[in-house]
């Protein structure tokens, strides 16, 4: 499933302006059950006015939704595009979201995720991104993808500008490290919690505008994917 927001006067095959450039920071992890995780501390690096923090969620809890993410990103509250639950009605449940802020100052930021509903843990991914020059990004398509169905792939594909960015994040109930494929992607981490939960995420940086396709390997168990596109 896919939603376009591209900025106004830009068609999903044009592009403008310097080219956004992604990089993976850290991850974060906790394996309490709570309606508020924070994660503190990460290195975010120098102060930009045009720098924005791009969080990858993952939650997973038995017999107990995450409900809707919303969060701060070095204290200055999250847009959050895209988030996909697997498994919704019964058993197991996994969610997986991005949130992102534009946060111009600062060297190390905290991460704040708030859920509706407490899940049994929580991890995240974080990116940093900037552009040369200009405004900062923001998202401009988003793609999900999940299943209940044990030893098969996700699929997340997005409509990219020229000279744009694609994050992509997805959360399985697997004991194994997952990767991110797909042309042009570079798979940056996998994070495991001791609920038996895998998060992993990964990005893409284009110069070429087009229909950006992200996939998982075969993971176990239930799983859910979201992709944005950023310029």
């Keep these: 499933m896919r939603f376009n927001n591209f900025p106004p006067g830009v068609a999903a095959t044009g592009g403008y302006g310097a080219a956004v450039a992604v990089a993976y920071v850290a991850t974060g992890e906790?394996?309490?059950?709570?309606?508020?995780?924070?994660?503190?501390?990460?290195?975010?690096?120098?102060?930009?006015?045009?720098?924005?923090?791009?969080?990858?969620?993952?939650?997973?809890?038995?017999n107990n939704a995450s409900g809707a993410i919303s969060g701060t990103i070095g204290g200055i509250v999250a847009t959050a595009p895209t988030e996909l639950q697997a498994n919704p009605d019964v058993g197991t449940k996994v969610l997986s979201a991005i949130m992102y802020a534009t946060v111009p100052t600062g060297t190390t930021a905290d991460v704040v995720v708030n859920v509706s509903a407490a899940p049994d843990n929580c991890t995240v991914i974080v990116w940093t991104m900037l552009k040369d020059t200009g405004p900062a990004a923001v998202h401009t398509d988003v793609g999900t993808d999940g299943t209940?169905?044990?030893?098969?792939?996700?699929?997340?594909?997005?409509?990219?500008?020229?000279?744009?960015?694609?994050?992509?994040n997805t959360?399985?109930?697997?004991?194994?490290?997952?990767?991110?494929?797909?042309?042009?992607?570079?798979?940056?981490?996998?994070?495991g919690t001791s609920s038996n939960t895998q998060l992993t995420g990964g990005h893409g940086d284009f110069t070429t505008a087009g229909t950006k396709t992200a996939t998982t390997a075969s993971l176990t168990n239930e799983k859910a994917g979201v992709a944005a596109a950023f310029r």
């Design 30 to 62: 906790s394996a309490s059950n709570l309606t508020q995780y924070t994660f503190s501390g990460f290195a975010i690096g120098a102060a930009a006015a045009n720098r924005v923090i791009v969080v990858g969620v993952g939650t997973e809890g038995n």
């Design 171 to 191: 959360v399985a109930g697997a004991t194994a490290a997952g990767t991110i494929g797909g042309t042009g992607f570079t798979s940056d981490a996998s994070i």
């Design 148 to 168: 209940q169905t044990s030893g098969t792939q996700l699929s997340m594909a997005v409509e990219c500008l020229k000279n744009g960015s694609v994050i992509v």
